[in-house]
Structures are given as C-alpha cells and as structure tokens.
C-alpha cells in the first residue's frame, strides 16, 4: 500500500505527473507489481514509474539520462531492467515502446519477470504529460545511493566487529574511504563537449600563467632548467613516468625533483606574504608535494634530502661520521626545510585507490592545495584486494590506468618511477628505449611523458680494462690510459632522454649528478 508520503511526493516533486489518473495508475501498478528493496529503505517506485512511462512515450529522453543512469540504480529490480531494455533498443536506433519491450522480452523469455505484457501497457499509457528525465535520473540515484550508504555501514560494522589477522581497523578505513569515493562517482556526470571558445580561453589561460612566472613555465617546475624548457613544467593532468635501470639515480633525481617543486612554492609563498599577494593565485609557483615511497622509508629519503642540501654525505650522517663544521651545516639544512611543503608516504603495498584516497583527503584539507604527486615506484604498487591478476601486464595496465585517471582527476601532475628490463644490459649501447620498460605496452601507451635516466660513467666503471694473456705491460697501459681520459670525460655527468612528449618535442639534457650527495643539478 501506498503511504500518504509517497503520494505526496509524487504530486509536489518540481517536475511532475499532474495528472489525478496518473497517480490513481500508479497506485495500481505498484499494488500489483510491486518488489520492495525492504520498507526501511529509501525509494520512490511512483518516480521510477514515471521516468519509465516518460521514456516509452518519448525515447529522445533516453539521451538526457542514458550517460548517468544505470539499472542497477532502480529501486525496483524490473524496472531497471526495463529502462535496460529501454535504453538498448533507444541507442540502437530502434523504437521502444510496449509493443516492441514486449518482444524483446519474449525473446530473452523472462517476460513475466518484469510484470507481464499489461503492466507494461498500462505503464506506458499513465504518460498523459512529459516529465523533466534528468530531474527525475537524479532522484533515482539519489535514493539508489542511499541505499548504498545504508548497505555500507551495515558492512562496515560487520567487518568492525570481526577480527581478521590480515587486516587491522586501518585498513577497513582505508577500504571505507575507497568504498565512498567509488559510491561518490557513481552517477555522475562528468566531461561533454565545450565550446571552442572556452578551450581557447584555457589556451590563453596556460600562455598567460607561462609569462606571469618567473621560472616560464606554465606547470609544475621540476628546477632543472633544460628539462623545464623541454617540457614547459610537469603539466597539470600529464602522467610523466620516469624510468631507469637500477643505480642510474632515478629515486634521486625524483627526490630532487619534489625537493625543488616544494621549495620553489615556499618561495613563492613567502614572497607573496611579503608582496601582500594572494597566496592561492594561480600564478603561483613550484607545487605542495605528496611522495608516495614504497621502496624507502620516509628517514631515508629524509636523509637523502638532508645530504643534498647540507653538502655533507649521506652515509656519513648515517655513521655519525660528522665534525663540528658538518654537524652546522646540516643543522641549518634541517632547520631551512622545516617549513617545506613536502609529504611523505612509505606505506608498504599501496594499492592504486588508497593513494588516490589519500591524495584526495590532502586536496580537501583546507589550505594546503596538492599540487604533485610522486610515486616510488609504479611496480610496487599493489592490485586492488580481489583483483589480482595472473597476468602481470594487466595489472601493470591496472596501475598505470589509475594513475592517468587520478592525474586528470585531481588535475596535478603525477610522476611514476618505472624499472627497465634487463633487456638494456644485452646490448652494446646501454641507454634506454620505450621498448625497454618493463611490461611497457600500457606504460608507454598511458604515459604523456617518459624520460629515462642514464648516466654513461657507470657502465664504463664496470668495463675497467684488466691485463691480457701474452700482453705487453705498454700496451696495457696503452688501453688503461685511454680508459682512464674516457672515465674523466664522464665523470659527475647524466643524461635524461626524453622519449616521448605528447606536447611537444623531446630530446636529452645533461645533469651534473654527485653520487655521494645523490645530487642532480644543470650543467653551466
């Protein structure tokens, strides 16, 4: 029986069936048909009904809701799967109306399943007027979403209550978090074509933002002059991977990187205070910076930072091999970055949607404004529970996938750190192709921008002439001397190869790199 509320609803919702019959029908029908998802439950069978009887009377009004709406949205299971049947036939270029749903379900033989070929006659004709169908699709997945809510905590003290070795409270909030962003995305419309007009405001949007910096780029500025030149900034949206075979430094050059975005921001900042400048312009330079690290821990690359900026090296620190001067020095450097707007995650086995989760919560802290994100490294981040795959190219593909979406969700730039095959080690000349990523179809496919980090003095410290049977001391001397100029000539140089640029051009840049600082820095 329906209840007054329910009536009630029907005749004031904003984009209503005025009509005394249709309500009457609708009282009908739902006595008849209908399927309860339990009393308790929010849901509105009369605005199900009239979305359904709107579409069958007008299938131009598929298009308004076809994008956000699903039948698994509806209260009532057989009217999701009309408005399936609905939606089918309306794409296809295909009348749907009683007559054509009834064949339709005739043939998939569960006809009697949705309510028989009367109920769906009688719902068709109980369209005596149009109806708004968006504003109806959202009160649909309002309510389907409720429900949703409901199952969840329902869930969510399910799992509290038992105790699992595998999985500590930290855990199932974590879970929850990913579980209510999913519900949060479900439903909701996103994208759609733009005017030119306005993709051309955004156009010279970027232009303008490039001459208001200092630095001329107009995204995230990596604060190495050549690769910013190249790439203008790591750009909002862009999923940049670096890559690189073990011992070329690429954790060090990211650890660099995120060090300089984060101190070009406190820069900005504080000139901005000074200037009596609004310290969230758009205009703002370098980025806060999130660093996800699955390899090292967050003292590690602490202690790398702290190395790089103080001068004095880091295993010295680490053994306490320090004097007095060394000691001031990085005193003062550790002071300096006390304020640096620079996080640090070394959480084990990240999956894919808890760093998007906590990404995200760092995006609605107020006043923090996450503008990079680095990951450390793509291989370690682990399958989503219940989806690990045999197949390791399709999980890589899974990751990837993820990280290209969080990138243009959050729009912030997220740099991937990414192992190479050993494939590079077979061959004469040992700097990286695309083709040498590791499970690099999807990589190289989802990836605007790939670099590779190669420094050449390593591999030529591992070629280190040794004496020949039967050879002459001179003529050993010979080959070691022309070793030795070659190894000079190399000495505190990288490179980093810009294989693909979906912007522009690519091309490779030279870097001073000092390995006991793990330092990267440009060449003059």
């Not at 949206?237 to 011992?247: K, Q």
């Not at 004095?312 to 020095?329: H, L, Q, T, W």
């Amino acid at each position: 029986m329906i209840t007054q509320t329910r009536t009630e609803t029907i005749k004031n919702i904003p984009l209503r069936i005025t009509s005394e019959f249709v309500v009457e029908e609708a009282q009908n029908l739902l006595m008849e048909t209908e399927s309860k998802p339990g009393d308790d439950l929010p849901h509105d069978f009369e605005i199900e009904m009239g979305l359904l009887a709107t579409l069958l009377a007008n299938n131009a009004a598929v298009e308004k809701v076809a994008e956000t709406l699903e039948p698994e949205h509806f209260a009532d299971s057989r009217h999701g799967r009309i408005y399936d049947a609905i939606r089918r036939l309306a794409i296809a270029g295909r009348q749907a109306n009683a007559l054509t749903l009834r064949a339709y379900f005739q043939h998939d033989d569960s006809l009697t399943d949705v309510g028989g070929a009367t109920y769906l006659a009688r719902l068709q004709a109980a369209a005596v007027t149009l109806i708004n169908a968006s504003d109806y699709a959202e009160r649909i997945i309002d309510l389907f979403r409720r429900r949703a809510l409901i199952a969840l905590g329902n869930e969510l003290v399910d799992r509290a209550r038992r105790f699992a070795l595998d999985e500590t409270s930290l855990d199932q909030i974590a879970a929850a978090e990913t579980s209510l962003f999913e519900l949060a995305e479900r439903g909701r419309m996103n994208g759609g074509p733009i005017a030119f007009v306005k993709a051309l405001g955004s156009a010279i949007d970027i232009a303008e933002l490039a001459f208001r910096r200092e630095s001329a780029t107009t995204g995230v500025t990596t604060g190495f002059n050549r690769i910013d030149r190249i790439l203008g900034g790591l750009q909002r949206s862009d999923l940049v991977i670096l890559a690189g075979r073990p011992a070329m430094g690429k954790t060090a050059l990211a650890t660099n990187i995120a060090f300089n975005a984060a101190r070009a921001r406190l820069a900005w900042r504080d000139k901005a205070i000074v200037d009596g400048l609004d310290t969230a312009d758009v205009g703002a330079e370098g980025a806060v910076v999130a660093f996800f690290s699955l390899e090292m821990s967050a003292d590690q690359l602490a202690n790398r930072i702290l190395a790089e900026r103080s001068g004095v090296p880091s295993d010295k620190i680490r053994r306490g091999e320090v004097n007095a001067d060394d000691f001031v020095a990085f005193a003062q450097a550790a002071n300096e970055m006390t304020r640096l707007p620079l996080y640090i995650d070394d959480t084990p086995g990240l999956t894919v949607s808890a760093l998007r989760t906590r990404a995200r919560r760092m995006v609605r802290t107020p006043g923090l404004g996450l503008g990079l994100i680095v990951v450390d490294y793509l291989q370690l981040l682990s399958s989503p529970t219940g989806s690990r795959s045999e197949n390791r190219v399709q999980e890589i593909s899974a990751i990837t996938r993820g990280l290209k979406m969080l990138a243009k969700e959050l729009g912030v730039p997220v740099l991937a750190l990414s192992q190479l095959s050993r494939a590079v080690e077979m061959r004469e000349d040992k700097r990286p192709q695309l083709a040498d990523l590791r499970e690099s179809g999807t990589i190289e496919q989802d990836a605007d921008v790939v670099m590779f980090v190669y420094r050449d003095e390593y591999y030529h410290q591992q070629s280190k002439p040794q004496p020949r049977p039967s050879e002459t001391q001179s003529a050993f001397n010979d080959r070691f001397q022309l070793w030795q100029e070659r190894a000079e000539e190399m000495a505190g140089k990288a490179e980093v190869i810009v294989a693909k640029h979906r912007h522009g051009s690519t091309g490779i840049v030279e870097l001073g790199f000092e390995a006991v600082l793990t330092k990267f820095s440009d060449l003059a």
